[in-house]
């Protein structure tokens, strides 16, 4: 049973389109995540979203639009792509524990190809 | 500013050896860090947490410790294998309103046969 799943693996897309990926946690928990990791393996934090609420918004273009439809789902639309924008994206997930986040359950990541 | 550091350098050992990795952090004095494993395509997989009052964790052939003075996290691998090949990362959680986890730059470590 797949913990944190993500779709496509792969997306090969035109510059200037608009793309969605999907991410689903079957492990129960509050929090859900976005991550960027650039050619340099360098894995920075975009989004949180806990209980569908949107806590941590990074300094990242409003190209790039997450939605949380409920706790165990959350989705990345990107407008406008661009040449900087291929990576690898991964979704994660946690529970929040007292004094702060637990466990980092990651996807196996979006391989992002901008062309 | 909240900053930190692993060796970006590759590390390369001998099977059988202990591996040790670094992470150092500056300016803020993280409640617990982490560290996870990334294989090549991949995510990153959570292997050990430490708390600021834990001065060492043990994990099967894994070792973390935590030095708070040092403000420094160090990861051992005990009879490392060529399996234990891979980038390890630390991770702390940065304050600022919500707590958030911050990765490191990772160092990628290759256990030679």
């Known amino acids: 049973d797949t913990a944190v799943s993500q779709t496509p693996k792969y997306l090969v897309t035109q510059m200037g389109n608009d793309k969605s990926i999907k991410c689903e946690q079957n492990l129960g928990h509050d929090t859900m995540y976005w991550y960027k990791q650039d050619s340099k393996k360098f894995l920075k934090i975009m989004f949180s979203?806990?209980?569908?609420?949107?806590?941590i918004n990074e300094t990242v273009p409003n190209r790039f639009s997450p939605k949380s439809p409920d706790k165990a789902h959350l989705n990345l639309h990107i407008n406008s792509l661009e040449l900087g924008d291929s990576a690898v994206y991964f979704c994660?997930?946690?529970?929040?524990?007292?004094?702060?986040?637990?466990?980092?359950?990651f996807g196996p990541g979006t391989r992002l190809t901008v062309l | 500013s909240q900053k930190i550091e692993q060796n970006s350098e590759a590390l390369n050992i001998q099977e059988g050896k202990t591996a040790t990795l670094t992470c150092n952090y500056t300016n803020y004095s993280p409640a617990y860090l982490q560290w996870y494993r990334q294989d090549p395509g991949r995510g990153p997989v959570f292997l050990l947490l430490?708390?600021?009052?834990?001065k060492e964790k043990r994990k099967e052939r894994l070792k973390v410790t935590f030095d708070t003075t040092l403000k420094q996290s160090l990861f051992h691998i005990t009879a490392s294998q060529p399996a234990d090949s891979a980038t390890y990362l630390c991770a702390l959680p940065i304050s600022g309103g919500y707590q958030k986890v911050t990765f490191g730059t990772g160092t990628k470590l290759q256990v030679i046969p």
């Open positions: 994660a997930s946690s529970q929040e524990v007292a004094g702060g986040q637990d466990t980092q359950y």
């Open positions: 430490i708390r600021e009052n834990e």
């Open positions: 979203y806990n209980n569908k609420e949107l806590i």
